[in-house]
Nanobody
Framework: QVQLQESGPGLVKPSQTLSLTCTVS??????????WSWFRQPPVKGREWMGA???????YYRPSLKSRTSISRDTSKNQFTLQLSSVTPEDTAEYHC???????????WGKGTLVTVSS
């Protein structure tokens, strides 16, 4: 069974960098054909795909977030990480990691973690 678990601070100050880690079990993040994505859902808004890292290590980003987003991985720990820089209160959202067979979709999801940007 594939399981994903997000972890990281629940509160980040404005202008700082938000950093979240997704720990995966049941599937190697280097397994051919899978993409490992980050999504977020702000309060009272729809879910938004932020970016992904492929099994190959290639990365893909939402154009509107590309300048602030970085996704990396640690294959020895079977984890991938999201960094979002220069955050503002508008970045307050529930953040989810997911596995998909395309970069912007998910078939297995983490439960999500709420990140609040506030001073």
């Amino acid at each position: 069974q594939v399981q994903l678990q997000e972890s990281g601070p629940g509160l980040v100050k404005p202008s700082q960098t938000l950093s979240l880690t997704c720990t995966v079990s049941g599937c190697s993040i280097t397994t051919n054909g899978y993409y490992w994505s980050w999504f977020r859902q702000p309060p009272v808004k729809g879910r938004e795909w932020m970016g992904a890292i492929a099994y190959s290590g290639s990365t893909y980003y939402r154009p509107s977030l590309k300048s602030r987003t970085s996704i990396s991985r640690d294959t020895s720990k079977n984890q991938f990480t999201l960094q979002l820089s220069s955050v503002t209160p508008e970045d307050t959202a529930e953040y989810h990691c997911a596995r998909g067979q395309v970069a912007s979709r998910g078939d297995y999801w983490g439960k999500g973690t709420l990140v609040t940007v506030s001073s």
